[in-house]
């Protein structure tokens, strides 16, 4: 019966202990389950616990013990600069003891404790704690003073008995180099002591102890240790190791010691009692440990009840989602946890779905995988979400690095507004087609044509960004090409047009009748269109000087003998082959009908140069010299092939020409500016000019 009177219904109670209840409390249950294997392997970490523990106060202790060592070693250092800076004082060279004792009066000021002043055989000359003159005992410590100024180093002595001051100090001594005498002083104890209790912490107990044992200094400030031995167990292990750390008596107290050792053998100890550590760590162990076994018994029980619980509705839920992996699709689950059902009623729907666009999703992923376009897709914030091999090898990015980085470090910053574009026209449900600039791994641009087009889900809204790109970079290339090449063909076009009429004109005008207009004018096109396949044959770069020589001078030369050629190799630009090639050309025509080359014992030789003229500016000097030929006469007139090789020359080279027509020979001389008629292709010419100024000056 219940309390209202009514009997209670086993089936009803039933069904309300069989309803599906949340997740949320079912994984609190499987929680306590955990439980216990935690708390377990919490009590085995404990010994680790106080492990680290133990190595974490010998550290400090170790670390306390240097500390104090370092400000110890810097005390004494101190006092040493002060007695060196002392020692330097000329009054000790002209042996002006008083006013020695002066300086040292006022050095005693600035450094806690008295300076005292010694010769070498014992005798005290002054102390600052007495004025200058009083009578004072000789040294006891005679064999110190002695070491100290043989060996030329300060040296600490022990703890000691100051019979004038009637307490006990530490005395510093230091030599003065060049002299019979030994400087002297006090290390304060007291100031040790001060310096000793800064470096130890609340709860630690740190000492200063001599080379014999005997306390110097102590975090006391009681001050009863003065003097006293320090434990001898701990003595006798600090002069045998630098450094260390034992488990020992203290003073009738369990410690744990550590020590350091300076380099006047003194030895800083550092000692906590272990209590102090041991204490709180064996509060917080008995605490665990009942707490453990009290929550052990409760975690085991529920553990093993809840587990199985949990256990056989999750296996309904990895058949259904077993069925689903295998491609087939499944019933919706029923267990007795609700969120079971609603992911088994989700994964039965995933699988039907799954069905469906699976062989899409198939079709789609091959063509992203194989495409031979660069495809990513990029999230509305600009994130990279997908990337294929095609992006690697444009991009220069593995997969693992894109994904995830932001797009905006693809695409130069003049550009960024490109990104705005695209968002706009996804976000219209259009895509975007252009052509721009991207900016792969390596830093270098790259052009490429880009298709970008909205990403939708399945409610149709935008969650992304597709987008295709087409390295163009060649096309781009051969497209710049073409159309420079087309200019630069149009340019040189009008320009050789303009050349043969100007050409033809002057030759009409310098010719007695056509057929010797036909002759002279054939013979300088002629020479013009070998100068031309010249630079044809280099791409319009330029001409090499021999080169330009020899075809200019090829239709006159029977015997390769007739003709010297000699000169560096220098590459000349276009307008400097044409305008030197009329020149070579004129000369070579001339020589043939009147000079050298019309004899057959005749000889042309041509040479040429590169130096700086005394301005520094450097120049090419070319020479034409014929010898072997007829008597030469100066021309009675002066033609069309004489203002070539002169006026034209001079005017078109920036040149300066000099003809000479000495009986035995015509000689021909042009002097031009190396920077005006050197192509910039010529690799040699910026070391030819470098070491020109060496070669010779032009007068």
């Given at each position: 019966?219940?309390?209202?009177?009514?009997?209670?219904?086993?089936?009803?109670?039933?069904?309300?202990?069989?309803?599906?209840?949340?997740?949320?409390?079912?994984?609190?249950?499987?929680?306590?389950?955990?439980?216990?294997?935690?708390?377990?392997?919490?009590?085995?970490?404990?010994?680790?616990?106080?492990?680290?523990?133990?190595?974490?106060?010998?550290?400090?202790?170790?670390?306390?013990?240097?500390?104090?060592?370092?400000?110890?070693?810097?005390?004494?250092?101190?006092?040493?600069?002060?007695?060196?800076?002392?020692?330097?004082?000329?009054?000790?060279?002209?042996?002006?003891?008083?006013?020695?004792?002066?300086?040292?009066?006022?050095?005693?000021?600035?450094?806690?404790?008295?300076?005292?002043?010694?010769s070498t055989d014992g005798r005290q000359l002054f102390t600052t704690l007495k004025p200058f003159g009083k009578p004072l005992a000789d040294a006891s410590d005679l064999g110190l003073i002695r070491m100290v100024s043989a060996t030329d180093r300060c040296a600490t002595t022990d703890l000691l008995k100051s019979e004038l001051l009637d307490r006990r100090i530490v005395r510093l001594l230091c030599p003065a180099p060049g002299t019979d005498y030994v400087v002297a002083g006090s290390l304060p104890v007291a100031h040790l002591s001060n310096v000793v209790r800064h470096q130890t912490p609340w709860g630690w107990l740190?000492?200063?102890?001599?080379?014999?044992?005997?306390?110097?200094?102590?975090?006391?400030?009681?001050?009863?240790?003065?003097?006293?031995?320090?434990?001898?167990?701990?003595?006798?292990?600090?002069?045998?190791?630098?450094?260390?750390?034992?488990?020992?008596?203290?003073?009738?107290?369990?410690?744990?010691?550590?020590?350091?050792?300076?380099?006047?053998?003194?030895?800083?100890?550092?000692?906590?009692?272990?209590?102090?550590?041991?204490?709180?760590?064996?509060?917080?162990?008995?605490?665990?440990?009942?707490?453990?076994?009290?929550?052990?018994?409760?975690?085991?029980?529920?553990?093993?009840?809840?587990?199985?619980?949990?256990?056989?509705?999750?296996?309904?839920?990895?058949?259904?989602?077993?069925?689903?992996?295998?491609?087939?699709?499944?019933?919706?689950?029923?267990?007795?946890?609700?969120?079971?059902?609603?992911?088994?009623?989700?994964?039965?729907?995933?699988?039907?779905?799954?069905?469906?666009?699976?062989?899409?999703?198939?079709?789609?992923?091959?063509?992203?995988?194989?495409?031979?376009?660069?495809?990513?897709?990029?999230?509305?914030?600009?994130?990279?979400?997908?990337?294929n091999a095609a992006a690697e090898a444009l991009y220069g990015y593995r997969a693992d690095e894109a994904i995830g980085r932001q797009q905006a470090d693809l695409i130069p910053v003049a550009r960024l507004k490109e990104i705005d574009e695209k968002y706009a026209a996804a976000g219209a449900g259009r895509s975007l087609r252009l052509e721009t600039v991207r900016r792969r791994k390596d830093g270098q641009l790259v052009e490429v044509s880009l298709d970008a087009g909205p990403v939708l889900n399945a409610d149709g809204e935008l969650v992304g960004i597709s987008v295709i790109a087409h390295d163009i970079s060649e096309r781009k290339r051969n497209e710049a090409h073409m159309e420079f090449v087309m200019r630069e063909l149009s340019h040189r076009t009008k320009n050789l047009i303009t050349v043969i009429i100007a050409m033809a004109r002057r030759t009409a005008r310098a010719s007695g009748n056509f057929g010797d207009f036909e002759n002279k004018f054939t013979g300088r096109l002629h020479g013009l269109a070998r100068s031309h396949d010249l630079l044809v044959h280099t791409d319009w770069i330029g001409a090499s000087i021999e080169e330009l020589v020899r075809s200019q001078l090829a239709p006159f030369i029977t015997d390769p003998a007739s003709l010297k050629i000699r000169g560096p190799d220098l590459l000349l630009r276009p307008e400097a082959v044409q305008n030197l090639g009329f020149a070579l050309h004129e000369l070579a025509t001339n020589a043939n009908k009147f000079g050298a080359l019309s004899q057959q014992a005749g000889q042309v030789a041509i040479y040429w140069e590169i130096a700086r003229n005394a301005a520094g500016e450097s120049r090419i000097r070319l020479t034409w010299v014929e010898s072997g030929g007829p008597e030469v006469r100066p021309p009675s007139r002066s033609g069309f092939g004489s203002t070539v090789i002169q006026k034209l020359t001079e005017a078109s080279l920036n040149a300066t020409v000099t003809a000479a027509f000495a009986r035995e020979g015509f000689r021909w001389e042009v002097d031009m500016p190396a920077v005006e008629i050197l192509s910039e292709g010529d690799i040699g010419v910026s070391s030819l000019l470098a070491s020109a100024a060496s070669v010779r000056v032009v007068g």
């Open positions: 019966m219940s309390a209202s009177g009514k009997e209670t219904d086993p089936r009803g109670l039933l069904r309300v202990l069989r309803r599906p209840v949340p997740l949320r409390v079912a994984l609190l249950l499987l929680m306590f389950g955990a439980l216990l294997p935690s708390l377990i392997f919490f009590v085995l970490e404990y010994r680790v616990t106080v492990a680290d523990k133990l190595t974490k106060i010998e550290r400090q202790g170790r670390n306390y013990a240097q500390a104090i060592t370092e400000d110890i070693t810097s005390e004494i250092a101190v006092k040493e600069a002060q007695f060196s800076a002392l020692v330097t004082s000329p009054h000790l060279r002209t042996n002006n003891i008083a006013a020695f004792y002066a300086q040292a009066l006022q050095a005693s000021r600035t450094v806690p404790g008295w300076i005292a002043l010694y740190s000492m200063l102890v001599d080379g014999d044992g005997h306390i110097v200094a102590h975090s006391d400030r009681s001050g009863d240790h003065l003097g006293s031995l320090a434990p001898v167990s701990v003595h006798a292990k600090a002069t045998t190791q630098a450094e260390g750390w034992i488990d020992l008596p203290l003073s009738g107290v369990d410690s744990y010691v550590g020590w350091h050792r300076l380099f006047n053998g003194w030895t800083v100890l550092v000692a906590v009692p272990r209590a102090t550590i041991e204490g709180p760590l064996r509060r917080w162990r008995n605490d665990v440990l009942w707490s453990l076994l009290v929550f052990s018994g409760l975690a085991l029980m529920s553990a093993a009840l809840v587990g199985e619980w949990i256990i056989r509705s999750m296996k309904g839920l990895s058949r259904a989602a077993a069925e689903i992996v295998a491609g087939r699709t499944s019933e919706p689950l029923h267990s007795s946890i609700r969120e079971v059902n609603e992911v088994g009623r989700a994964l039965a729907q995933a699988a039907q779905d799954r069905a469906k666009g699976e062989l899409a999703n198939a079709h789609l992923a091959a063509l992203v995988i194989f495409s031979g376009d660069a495809i990513m897709s990029v999230s509305l914030d600009g994130t990279i979400l997908s990337w």
